[in-house]
T-cell receptor
Framework: DSGVTQTPKHLITATGQRVTLRCSPRSGDLSVYWYQQSLDQGLQFLIQYYNGEERAKGNILERFSAQQFPDLHSELNLSSLELGDSALYFC????????????????FGPGTRLTVL | QQQVKQSPQSLIVQKGGISIINCAYENTAFDYFPWYQQFPGKGPALLIAIRPDVSEKKEGRFTISFNKSAKQFSLHIMDSQPGDSATYFCAASPDLGNEKLTFGTGTRLTIIP
């Protein structure tokens, strides 16, 4: 158990709908990352938040948005859903950026499996 | 644009054998190279990581070999065990003070008795 929790575990919805995925980081971690894992695209970085502020952006669609709240939990909002959005969405957390040349481990949650019908 | 290429896509190794997974990268700004292990139904978990200032790092049965000039790195699993059967991802991160990971496409490893 990584200490990162994600809800819900499974989500089935229809095209055009909007969903919210929730992530609670490990205790003490200030950074939250969102990744999308699909069969054709593999694991893709979407976005990172650090202590409530957006820190890095990856291949995140304009229909997707995220935020990190004062209690450090994060939500990923997916709107106008398309069939191609069906994937596993992972949240990861880490202590936070240590500055150039330093890295710390990202701990991944169990993921939310989104199915768009 | 895929910045980290991983091979093979799948690998079957006999118990006790050596499993080798290879990755190549293009972006010379990458400065941190972790390997992640993922079991079915679970999130990826960090296995071992290396910085380009060393050519090899060993942790137990797991070794990363790194060739900076060739922009290649590989994972070697010695004495492979059935419990090692999982999907392995190489990844890379730039030295920009953030930790955005670019992942390879994954290798499904199966260890047979």
């Amino acid at each position: 158990d990584s200490g990162v929790t994600q809800t819900p575990k499974h989500l089935i919805t229809a095209t055009g709908q909007r969903v919210t995925l929730r992530c609670s980081p490990r205790s003490g971690d200030l950074s939250v990352y969102w990744y999308q894992q699909s069969l054709d695209q593999g694991l893709q970085f979407l976005i990172q938040y650090y202590n409530g502020e957006e820190r890095a952006k990856g291949n995140i669609l304009e229909r997707f948005s995220a935020q990190q709240f004062p209690d450090l939990h994060s939500e990923l909002n997916l709107s106008s859903l398309e069939l191609g959005d069906s994937a596993l969405y992972f949240c990861a957390s880490s202590v936070g950026p240590l500055g150039a040349g330093n890295y710390n481990e990202q701990f991944f949650g169990p993921g939310t499996r989104l199915t768009v019908l | 644009q895929q910045q980290v290429k991983q091979s093979p896509q799948s690998l079957i190794v006999q118990k006790g054998g050596i499993s080798i997974i290879n990755c190549a990268y293009e972006n010379t700004a990458f400065d941190y190279f972790p390997w992640y292990q993922q079991f079915p139904g679970k999130g990826p978990a960090l296995l071992i990581a290396i910085r380009p200032d060393v050519s090899e790092k060993k942790e137990g049965r797991f070794t990363i070999s790194f060739n900076k000039s060739a922009k290649q790195f590989s994972l070697h699993i010695m004495d492979s065990q059935p419990g090692d059967s999982a999907t392995y991802f190489c990844a890379a991160s730039p030295d920009l003070g953030n930790e955005k990971l670019t992942f390879g496409t994954g290798t499904r490893l199966t260890i047979i008795p």
